[in-house]
């Protein structure tokens, strides 16, 4: 007996739960094709057991997406609001059929490939994380590496302007402001002296492919992720960082036993990554944070967390948005794609602290 698509298509149908933009209405007909045993079920053959984790939906709208980005299926780009369309979404389907079925081989290999969104939004959150090391350790030299860090775009954020309503912080002619919304923050002054990230899969954002790939993952209809995407690429273009091919833990024990400089806080930084980790990956990557502070000043930032099921409202951040971590204490949440941070209101001092971050 032919597996059974419907649990797929079901998981197709519920992702957003209704068909108000682009991507809501086009897994509707992703879910009714796939049981109709179209050009959907054709590219998801392999992927019929797929549970909600894997994002198999996500991973054929940006394989489509890719498609549509270097100018293969021009009759979809008027449907595309980040590529200037403005036509409406109910009508997209019998174009994005036909693109389907033009490109079923390529769009089978994009299903193996796990949804990679590197978004500069989360830097807003790593700032706040890195005025708080600052202040911890005294160093105003910074050693960034990051695990899990896709492009490395995130690896840029001294060179985005980061505000609030009474504080700024970075260069004012960055392409790039992230608004925090976030009041009460005290940045530091630093100087970011190395910079290095590493990834399964690292993305070249220096190169145009490499800058596509990452826009593929980017919802089209969300044009201000978009403008933040387009302005960091272009700081990563001027600036190329280097992203190495290695798992988590391997490279962040390797980079922890280089020698490193007196006077410079090694800051280790990951967001949204953590949930793609096999446990033992995890562990070890502590144990190997956890060895090295007693051979230099070390300080671990991460924002991460699952976002929780979402209606059409979204979330509200305060309950369920990534939490900010520094050495594990609660600095702040935001939303998955970066601002606005909302500041955790009381942070309790340890022993070592020089002071918090925040007033009442
Ligand atoms: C959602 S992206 C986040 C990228 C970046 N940290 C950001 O916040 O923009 C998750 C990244 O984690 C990477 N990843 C997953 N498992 C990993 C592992 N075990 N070691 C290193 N990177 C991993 C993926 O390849 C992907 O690029």
């Known amino acids: 007996m032919p597996p059974d698509p419907r649990p797929l298509a079901e998981l197709f149908r519920g992702h957003f739960g209704h068909r108000d933009h682009l991507y809501g209405e086009l897994l509707w007909h992703f879910a009714a094709d796939l049981e109709a045993g179209g050009p959907t079920a054709q590219v998801c053959r392999d ?15 940006a394989g489509l997406f890719r498609i549509v980005l270097r100018g293969d299926a021009p009759q ?16 997209a389907w019998p174009f994005v059929r036909a693109a389907l079925a033009a490109h079923v081989e390529e769009l089978r290999s994009a299903l193996a490939q796990a949804p990679q969104t590197n978004e500069p939004g989360r830097a807003a959150c790593l700032a706040v ?46 392409p790039l402001t992230l608004d925090t919304q976030a009041a009460g923050v005290r940045p530091e002054r630093m100087t970011i002296v190395a910079r290095r990230g590493c990834d399964l899969a690292p993305v070249d954002a220096s190169s145009a492919t490499g800058a596509a790939y990452l826009r593929s993952f980017v919802w089209p209809f969300t044009l201000e992720r978009h403008e933040r ?55 070890a990557v502590r144990e190997a944070l956890a060895r090295a502070r007693s051979r230099m000043p070390l ?18 951040i305060a309950d369920h948005g990534p939490e900010l971590r520094v050495d594990g204490d609660l600095i702040a949440r935001s939303h998955h794609h970066g601002p606005p941070v909302v500041l955790t209101p009381r942070i309790v001092p340890r022993p070592d602290h020089r002071d918090g971050i925040l007033g009442p």
């Open 299 to 316: 300080v671990h930032v991460s924002m991460e967390g699952v976002p929780p099921p979402q209606g059409t409202d979204g979330y509200r």
């Open 47 to 61: 992927h019929l057991a797929a549970t909600r984790a894997d994002a198999v939906q996500l991973r054929l709208l």
């Open 76 to 91: 979809l780009q008027p449907f595309y609001p980040s590529l200037g369309g403005t036509e409406p979404p109910t009508a």
């Open 129 to 174: 994380g890195l005025f708080e090391a600052v202040r911890r350790t005294g160093c105003h030299r910074v050693r960034l590496l990051e695990p899990g860090a896709a492009g490395g775009l995130n690896l840029h954020v001294d060179r985005y302007r980061v505000v609030g309503p009474d504080w700024s912080w970075g260069p004012r002619d960055s």
């Open 229 to 283: 995407l387009s302005a960091a690429l272009a700081v990563a273009a001027a600036h190329p960082v280097v992203v190495d091919a290695a798992p988590a833990s391997d490279w962040v024990r390797a980079q922890l036993a280089e020698p490193v400089e007196p006077g410079v806080v090694t800051v280790v930084w990951q967001s949204i990554t953590e949930q793609y980790w096999p446990a033992d990956e995890t562990a």
